[in-house]
């Protein structure tokens, strides 16, 4: 089979190429940077070069694949709606998007109301869409990086809220499995890893794999907002993350969900087993 992946530069969509390639199907990689793209993804990778604004270039990437999986830096309904175009000009039924938890969290944050409504564009299209609905990536963890390297201490919003973080290699795992086996389409599917812990636990398990001492640092959502607007983030985009980081403090995504295991018959990794992957990148 052959697919098309747009973020195939990304944590999920990196690992997703990866995944297919060595399942024996063919991947077009949709990237804007071929250079960077091709020192990641693997050399059996094709790549077709455009953003997703490019509505010429994504009807030319999208041309003899047998489905789509979709995924955004940002949520942008006019953006899934060229991916919906061209996928229909094309004959391509079939599209697997990733989505978020939050789309489905009450109250939905401002964060999920920006992703449900670019997912209604796909739900309005007529196609076969699913619907992949990850929790706290474990990988959000490299956001403390420059902290701990500097100081040796990690600031965070959240505790002691539970959130049950999920190895990107999981999700691509769940990715490539709806993507090559029928019978998921119009179904949606919430992904998370197996045990639900604070920012604060995650510290502590990071600190023993690095073997290094991590001071957790506990502000506040509002503290953490002012923090990046004076580093020079847009403040609708800080405020819209504060207002997801207080529903996670108040514990509104400890949300567990068997849909990896049940769709891949395995269960998905810790936290602890993405730290041991992902030591290098600390140091």
């Not at 490019?54 to 709606?81: R, Y």
């Not at 939905?108 to 409504?117: D, E, N, R, S, T």
Request: charged share 20%; aromatic share 6%; proline share 7%.
């Amino acid at each position: 089979m052959n697919f098309l992946i747009t973020g195939a530069t990304g944590n999920v969509g990196g690992e997703l190429v990866a995944q297919l390639i060595d399942a024996g199907h063919q991947v077009r990689a949709y990237v804007r940077n071929p250079d960077k793209a091709r020192q990641q993804l693997p050399e059996a990778a094709d790549l077709a070069v455009g953003d997703l604004d490019d509505t010429t270039a994504l009807g030319s990437a999208v041309h003899g694949v047998d489905a789509i999986f979709f995924m955004q830096a940002a949520p942008v309904p006019a953006q899934a709606q060229n991916v919906v175009d061209a996928a229909k000009a094309a004959g391509v039924r079939r599209i697997v998007v990733l989505s978020s938890i939050g789309t489905v969290i009450h109250p939905m944050p401002i964060i999920g109301a920006a992703i449900k409504a670019r997912d209604d564009v796909l739900r309005a299209s007529g196609l076969d869409i699913t619907y992949l609905k990850p929790n706290t990536l474990s990988s959000n963890a490299l956001w403390w990086k420059n902290s701990i390297a500097a100081e040796g201490k990690v600031y965070d919003p959240t505790d002691p809220g539970l959130t049950p973080p999920i190895d990107p290699y999981d999700i691509a795992r769940v990715a490539a499995t709806v993507l090559t086996q029928p019978g998921h389409e119009g179904h949606s599917y919430i992904l998370n890893g197996p045990v639900a812990l604070s920012a604060r636990e995650q510290v502590e398990i990071l600190a023993d794999v690095l073997g290094r001492e991590i001071e957790f640092v506990p502000v506040t959502p509002e503290q953490f907002a002012e923090v990046n607007i004076s580093r020079g983030t847009p403040e609708p985009q800080a405020r819209g993350l504060q207002n997801l980081q207080e529903l996670f403090r108040a514990g509104r995504s400890g949300v567990l969900s068997d849909d990896v295991q049940n769709l891949t018959g395995i269960a998905p990794r810790t936290f602890g087993q993405w730290a041991e992957q992902h030591r290098a990148d600390f140091n």
